[in-house]
């Protein structure tokens, strides 16, 4: 619940500034972490069904709907991010600088390392492979908050404005690869198995 309150004001707050200012990096920032906001909120639904004792065919079928969830807002993501960046590559124009968008950014680098480490210690115990996907796209948020940063500052200080849609694109990589493989062990889950081991 932590992670999906707290992902749905990184959300807010860098997709507000982000195209305020016009920063492609910002605004991909912020659609990645409505990947994390959907994944946490998938989560505690199909988390609840096993802690009120649902079937195993529930279960596994709440598994499956979580991983197609978490991948398919994956690829939303990875299309989000490509429109911004080219978008920011035509328009040739530095996005402007604000405040809010930077501290958002710094909370993230104290917060997500927490965030990650509860969840794939849960997901782990749990074994809940949407919870341990969720906890590396935390991680990979670290890596691109770092990366966002240093766009925004070479940007602002360096007069580079390609920085920005170019730190954009560096994050497209890590996206689509979660997406590919959360999408992959979305389609090994057969929610019929539970049927199959119960007749054996």
């Not at 499956?64 to 939303?76: Q, S």
């Not at 911004?84 to 328009?91: C, D, Q, Y």
């Not at 958002?104 to 949407?130: C, E, H, Q, T």
């Amino acid at each position: 619940m932590a992670s999906l309150v707290y992902n749905i004001i990184e959300v807010v707050v860098s997709v507000t500034v982000g195209l305020l200012t016009g920063s492609a990096a910002l605004v991909s920032w912020g659609l990645d972490s409505t990947v994390e906001a959907t994944s946490a909120a998938t989560l505690i639904w199909r988390l609840k069904g096993e802690k009120d004792g649902a079937e195993k065919r529930t279960v596994l079928h709440r598994k499956k709907v979580a991983l197609y969830v978490v991948a398919c807002a994956f690829w939303i993501v990875v299309a989000a991010i490509l429109y911004e960046a080219v978008s920011a590559f035509l328009s040739q124009k530095a996005p402007g600088f604000n405040w809010w968008g930077i501290a958002i950014l710094g909370a993230s680098l104290v917060v997500n390392p927490f965030l990650a480490w509860g969840k794939y210690r849960y997901g782990k115990r749990l074994d809940a492979p949407a919870l341990k996907y969720d906890a590396k796209d935390t991680m990979i948020c670290q890596y691109q908050t770092i990366v966002v940063l240093a766009g925004i500052g070479l940007t602002q200080w360096m007069g580079w404005w390609w920085a920005d849609p170019v730190a954009a694109l560096l994050i497209v990589p890590y996206v689509a690869w979660e997406a590919f493989e959360a999408t992959k062990d979305a389609r090994s889950v057969d929610p019929d198995d539970a049927e199959a081991t119960a007749d054996a």
